[in-house]
């Protein structure tokens, strides 16, 4: 019974920075990786960033590497997701997601979404 329950979305303008913050009740060492997804208007859903369980091995979408950071804080079961040098392109719903247990497992862990607004 895992639940990922995002928070931190809003409205900023562009150049601003914001942080996204996914809390999970249950157990989050059980996901092998968290990831961050994303849905703008009209498009599919894409990649934004992982991260290993242990903090380890985060891997980014080019349209956000150097500018977003991936963390953990296994203390709090809370994955974060830094977001600095916004750009409207980054306008979209933000969702939180955990695969299982082990390596190759599917993500399987979903949050509800947190919307970020870019104002250019």
């Known amino acids: 019974q895992v639940q990922l329950v995002e928070s931190g979305g809003g409205l900023v303008q562009a150049g601003g920075s914001l942080r996204l913050s996914c809390a999970a009740s249950?157990?989050?060492?059980?996901?092998?990786?968290m990831g961050w997804f994303r849905q703008a208007p009209g498009k599919e859903r894409e990649f934004v960033a992982s991260?290993?369980?242990?903090?380890?091995?985060?891997n980014y979408a080019d349209s956000v590497k150097g500018r977003f950071t991936i963390s953990r804080d296994n203390a709090k079961n809370t994955v974060y997701l830094q977001m600095n040098s916004l750009v409207p392109e980054d306008t979209a719903v933000y969702y939180c997601?955990?695969?299982?247990?082990?390596?190759?497992?599917?993500?399987?862990?979903w949050g509800q979404g947190t919307q970020v607004t870019v104002s250019s």
């Open positions: 991260i290993r369980w242990n903090g380890g091995d985060a």
């Open positions: 249950g157990r989050t060492f059980s996901s092998y990786t």
């Open positions: 997601t955990g695969t299982g247990a082990t390596r190759g497992s599917p993500w399987v862990y």
